[in-house]
């Protein structure tokens, strides 16, 4: 398990490119055969994915984080990237197909991850959250997911964005997550800026074309940065930081927050002439 700590503005303003990478920049998701787990300070989120080929993979146990299992103080959201699999919670087999996700609450003790096809794996990436109330375990399919199309094709950044781990498709104790695509020919996120300093969040994109990168932007509004990311990789962003980005292509991105509350609409905006 790998661990990030909090950075605060004044140490972030005074990091060179491979310090920020090292601090804020997840650069492994998926390995064969196995869980990844990277745990993060900001708001206690953990990051990972899974990736079984000819074997079945559970979570990690919970002695990475002083549990007696994975899910017993946790939630999790999961949506699968990858080929068509199956998620088995306390015995129970969902099949879980492309951009197919799951809420998982406080409570379940057996998560395990199984691929149809070992040649085109399943990709289980998921984010978890400490939980202070048990959920019911909700399967949300990309048909279930709420869809709010935004943006416009002049500036680059028409997209939809798609609510899984929300108020309005199920109830969950913090956790929120969904997934946002661009439409071909537009490269923009998030753009004008924001911040919540309510919530931190985490950037995973993927759907790159071979050879394509995005520039993820973050820091403060007035000293801001930027890290060059690859296809399956996670940006941590703290809750005082914007978050956006732009790529050499369109591309994907499943987005996740934990914090102070789940009011998607709680951003502090930032005025484009303030951004340096």
């Known amino acids: 398990m790998k ?7 004044k140490e972030f303003s ?6 920020l990478r ?9 390995l064969d055969n196995q869980a990844t787990i990277t745990y993060t300070h900001y708001d206690r989120m953990i990051v990972g994915g899974v990736m079984p080929l ?8 919970g002695s990475l984080i002083s549990a ?5 103080r946790r939630e999790i959201g999961i949506i699968n990237i990858g080929g068509e699999g199956s998620i088995s919670i306390d015995g129970t087999v969902y099949p879980m197909a492309n951009k197919d996700g799951m809420y998982i609450g406080r409570g379940i003790k057996d998560v395990r991850f199984t691929s149809n096809d070992s040649n085109n794996p399943a990709k289980f990436y998921y984010n978890s959250a400490p939980a202070h109330i048990d959920h019911p375990t909700v399967k949300i399919t990309f048909a279930d997911a709420v869809p709010n199309p935004m943006g416009d094709p002049l500036l680059s950044n028409k997209r939809t964005i798609y ?16 997934l946002t695509m661009l439409d071909p020919g537009n490269m923009w996120n998030t753009m004008p800026a924001h911040t919540h300093d309510r919530r931190m969040e985490s950037y995973f994109y993927f759907d790159l074309k071979e050879g394509s990168k995005v520039f993820h932007l973050m820091g403060e509004p007035s000293e801001t ?8 990789q996670v940006v941590v962003s703290p809750s005082w930081s914007i978050h956006s980005g732009v790529g050499t ?6 987005w996740a927050m934990a914090g102070e509350n789940q009011n998607f609409t709680d951003m502090d905006h930032i005025v484009m002439d303030n951004l340096r």
């Open 3 to 9: 661990q990030y700590y909090q950075i605060s503005p």
């Open 14 to 19: 005074r990091m060179n490119t491979q310090e």
């Open 22 to 30: 090292d601090n804020f920049l997840i650069e492994t998701i998926f």
């Open 54 to 61: 000819k074997k079945e993979v559970s979570l990690p146990n």
């Open 68 to 72: 007696e299992y994975f899910l017993e």
């Open 163 to 178: 609510q899984y781990v929300h108020p309005k498709v199920c109830q969950s104790a913090q956790l929120l997550m969904g």
């Open 225 to 232: 940065r930027h890290i060059v990311v690859s296809e399956t």
């Open 249 to 254: 292509g369109a591309y994907t991105f499943i």
